[in-house]
């Protein structure tokens, strides 16, 4: 083994070109598969950091024949945990994060906060890194305890391990200090800190509002499906008892394990499939050149087949060689995975940064390492075994017209390449053309020159309506004076806000509840967003009595047919209270730009609106980026511990909704892109190759007066066989996995014939260039000279 080691070392310092392009083909393709998997790994392999992680679930009411999910009320929850027998713990906690100011330590923060129950962290079981956890004590509704993720900890307090019973002014109160729990405790690092979280009798009952996520430890006798059962059960019976919040409800249980990588999941599946095909490609590419290698050890091989090397042996020592530029390749690859990550960090969908900045542990190594030993017993097994095979029949062999069977294995691995290309290329183009698809769709409002920062109002210190008003009142004013500043407003949810909530409307009248975006906002924010009044009117400065707006699609909803001006709504339930509609705006797309327009209902800001604005908008004639430092001054000059947050463009916030669909587009791109060269690096090395072999056949051909012209023909036969037969397979291939595809698409079939053609036309475009010059030599040939030879 060692002497083959060594020996392989120096064939492949004698050849430095074809080392050098083996290395670096081989390390394209582990490069790209170690990136995926690495972003894959962290966020959906790697097993959880909680002891017994496997036991650990999500509780969820569900509806629907598919159990769609939905965060649970507290009544519902109160039932799981005072019913079901499969769980050791069940806790619940805020769905939605809530802002908290803290201030009185260097410059005020906005935090993000979890309210959760006494036996949220029971349930996950892992220790603090100082001092304790939250217990049911500490959930009372009184409750000052609080504790501190590890970032908050060490970004804030520099780590000081006496920051247990230390008091620190969170939402303008003051809160003890119980514990910090490990970064990897919260592994989205979405939580600065919790609170614990108690309710009263009246909200233990309470099933119409549905804000909390539960979480549950299942006993470990205990399967999935009997949990899921269990609480369907317990489900039923509160069906029976409460028909009027229940009765379309159920609930499910999933594995927190199986629910990571939420959307994100199916981009990922399909760039781990496209890295694949670009590294089966490189290893396609790779046996090529091993075959055509082999055909100059000819005369090596024979001479060690009479000296009594076995088969056996000689596939041995061809495998070592191959086994050692695998090494080679595994290490230049992870050496630009390394950098392909630093690159994804910055431009992935934000849930998917802190996976790439991860960067490589050992799984990823492992992975790679394995990578390189497949790879080379993919592309080294056939080669070796042909020649093995073949050595004492080269002893002595003089050249002719080549080796017949080397030629097509040669020209199969082309063919596979051409297929896996075109397959890789369909995907990419349909990509392109769904970003494109999505990129033109009507927004319903204009997000150009508008930036948005959210602002806190605790509730000790702005306890009355009077005080908050003034304070946005201030605020606003404060911002329309900088320069550029054209408008402002005030608005509960921004849009393209992916934490938003629903509400339900009841017409009044009528028994159907219409689900909806609620909007509370100041009369300046149809002007800012720049939404069309279709009919009615918009909001005054100061409304006699409560009134809203409507979208088109809230009054489709709710009076098909009907003019809904003057019309009322009861907020939330049918006896809740009642809203008149004194106009209609445009629907606008509030979430996703993929989906249908949902109905919205504003709300004009009054003491009594359902929901507090707390977030500012601005519209410039200037870039609004340009603003922010001068924002930031101007909001502290009104209130010097009102921190901003989530200062962000308008524009920039609904790019954000489409960064995933970026990221699969330009990774699925760059990895086509690479299939494409591999594959017209392939086909020309095979034409080389060919050519090569047959020139004493081709200077026959020439001194019996073949035309050039003919002899070109001769060898583009060769690349049209290798190109028409993998095209055909392409396409039947890129139509078999259409139906994976199409989840990703938008606006465009997964089948169209299209793009189907012009990625044929394109790829045989590359392929016959690639072609072209092999041929052009074959062409020029000298008679005289390949007859002496």
């Known amino acids: 083994m060692l002497r083959d080691v060594r020996f392989g070392l120096r064939l492949l310092a004698r050849q430095p070109g074809f080392a050098a392009a083996a290395v670096l083909t081989l390390a394209l393709g582990i490069g790209a598969n170690a990136a995926i998997f690495s972003v894959a790994w962290h966020m959906l392999l790697k097993p959880l950091p909680y002891p017994d992680a496997d036991r650990l679930v999500h509780l969820w009411e569900a509806y629907g024949p598919q159990d769609a999910i939905n965060p649970v009320a507290p009544g519902n929850f109160h039932d799981w945990e005072r019913e079901a027998r499969s769980f050791d713990a069940i806790a619940a906690y805020s769905y939605f994060r809530t802002p908290a100011n803290l201030t009185g330590v260097g410059e005020p923060e906005q935090l993000q906060m979890r309210y959760v129950t006494g036996a949220y962290f029971k349930v996950f079981g892992m220790a603090p890194l100082v001092g304790r956890m939250l217990d049911d004590q500490d959930a009372r509704l009184d409750s000052h305890a609080v504790v501190l993720s590890e970032g908050l900890w060490r970004r804030r307090f520099a780590a000081d391990p006496a920051i247990v019973g230390r008091q620190i002014r969170l939402a303008e109160e003051p809160q003890v200090v119980v514990g910090v729990m490990p970064a990897a405790f919260d592994i989205a690092g979405s939580v600065d800190a919790w609170e614990g979280m108690g309710f009263s009798p009246q909200q233990n009952e309470h099933r119409m509002a549905h804000y909390l996520g539960v979480v549950g430890r299942m006993s470990r006798d205990v399967t999935l499906t009997q949990a899921r059962a269990d609480v369907k059960a317990v489900a039923l019976r509160a069906a029976e008892r409460f028909p009027q919040s229940n009765r379309t409800l159920s609930a499910t249980v999933r594995s927190m394990q199986a629910e990571r990588g939420g959307t994100l999941r ?25 075959l055509a290698r082999g055909l100059s050890r000819a005369r090596e091989f024979g001479i060690r087949a009479a000296l009594g090397a076995s088969r056996r042996r000689l596939v041995a020592q061809l495998l070592v060689e ?16 390394t950098w392909v990550l630093r690159a994804l960090a ?5 849930a998917m940064r802190q996976a790439a900045a991860s960067g490589l542990d050992a799984a990823i190594v492992g992975y790679a390492l394995a990578l390189a030993v497949a790879s080379a017993i993919t592309f080294a097994t056939a080669p070796a075994w042909h020649a093995a095979t073949r050595a004492t029949a080269w002893l002595g062999q003089r050249g002719g017209t080549g080796d017949r069977s080397t030629a097509v294995v040669r020209t199969m691995l082309v063919t596979g390449q051409i297929a896996m290309a075109v397959i890789l290329l369909v995907g990419a183009s349909e990509l392109v053309v769904s970003l494109v698809r999505v990129l033109q769709v009507d927004l319903g409002f204009d997000p150009a020159g508008v930036l948005a920062f959210d602002v806190n109002l605790p509730q000790v210190k702005y306890d009355t309506y009077a005080k908050r008003a003034q304070l946005l009142t201030n605020i606003s004013e404060a911002v329309r004076t900088l320069p550029g500043v054209t408008a402002t407003c005030v608005i509960n949810e921004v849009p393209f806000n992916t934490e938003g909530v629903n509400m339900t409307y009841v017409p009044e009248g009528q028994d159907r509840p219409i689900g909806a975006l609620p909007r509370t906002v100041t009369p300046g924010c149809f002007d800012v967003l720049r939404v069309r009044l279709e009919r009615g009117r918009l909001f005054e400065g100061h409304e006699a009595t409560r009134v809203g707006l409507v979208t088109e699609s809230f009054a489709r909803a709710a009076w098909p047919g009907q003019d809904p001006i003057g019309r009322r709504v009861h907020l939330g339930v049918k006896d809740g209270d009642l809203i008149a509609i004194v106009g209609v705006v445009a629907d606008s797309l509030q979430r996703s730009l993929e989906g249908k327009p949902y109905p919205q209902f504003y709300e004009s800001a009054s003491e009594t609106a359902a929901f507090w604005p707390d977030r500012m908008m601005a519209r410039a004639d200037v870039p609004p980026a340009s603003l922010f430092t001068a924002l930031r001054a101007a909001v502290r000059r ?25 990221f699969d587009l330009a ?23 060919i050519v090569a072999q047959r020139t004493g056949e081709i200077g026959i051909r020439l001194a019996l007066g073949a035309t050039a012209s003919s002899v070109v023909r001769l060898v583009m036969l060769n690349a049209w066989v290798a190109v028409s037969i993998g095209l055909a397979i392409g396409l039947a291939g890129a139509f078999a996995t259409s139906r994976v595809l199409s989840q990703l698409l938008f606006g465009v079939s997964a089948t169209d014939a299209r793009l189907y053609a012009g990625v044929a036309a394109t790829l045989a475009a590359v392929a016959l260039l690639a072609a072209w010059w092999p041929a052009r030599r074959a062409a020029r040939i000298d008679p005289m000279a390949a007859l002496r030879n």
């Open 266 to 290: 199916a981009g990922l599946v399909l760039l781990a499939w496209a890295a694949g095909f670009v590294l089966l490609i490189a290893c396609a590419n790779l046996a090529s050149l091993q």
């Open 322 to 337: 191959s086994l050692l530029m695998s090494a080679m390749g595994a290490a230049v690859g992870l050496w630009l995975s």
């Open 346 to 350: 910055t431009v992935a969908p934000e």
């Open 638 to 662: 009104v209130d010097p511990d009102q921190p901003i947050a989530h200062l962000v463009t308008l524009e920039d916030a609904v790019g954000t909704s489409v960064s995933s669909r970026r």
């Open 667 to 689: 990774l699925t791109l760059s990895f086509a892109a690479i299939a494409l060269l591999l594959a017209a690096v392939g086909l020309y090395g095979l034409l080389a190759q």
